[in-house]
């Protein structure tokens, strides 16, 4: 599937909250959606609170559609108890790569 649409995501647990952001994220309904082609969680090696995010859609369109379900606004609703302020987001379409865990 081709990707025309991603981002970057940086969040920052709250204090001693990272290893449950990161299991939070793992559980993802994006992770099991069709247009969802890249969804990779990782964190910063000096701080454990600090997690990333990317994310490849196969269009925006797919991605703005997922995120208007009740279901994928419940889990943003469970995810910023766990937030130490904003996230950041940063404009990245995946082009390609490899991730093996």
């Not at 001693?16 to 994220?25: P, S």
Request: hydrophobic share 45%; glycine share 8%; proline share 4%.
């Amino acid at each position: 599937m081709t990707v025309s649409y991603g981002f970057h995501a940086t969040m920052t647990a709250r204090p001693g909250k990272g290893d449950e952001l990161v299991d939070f994220l793992l559980a993802s309904p994006s992770l099991t959606n069709d247009d969802c082609v890249v969804f990779l969680v990782g964190r910063s090696a000096a701080d454990a609170d600090v997690v990333h995010v990317t994310e490849g859609w196969t269009t925006e369109e797919a991605h703005h559609r997922f995120f208007a379900t009740d279901a994928a606004q419940a889990l943003v609703a469970q995810l910023q108890p766990l937030l130490d302020g904003a996230s950041t987001y940063l404009d990245e379409v995946p082009v390609g790569g490899k991730a093996t865990i």
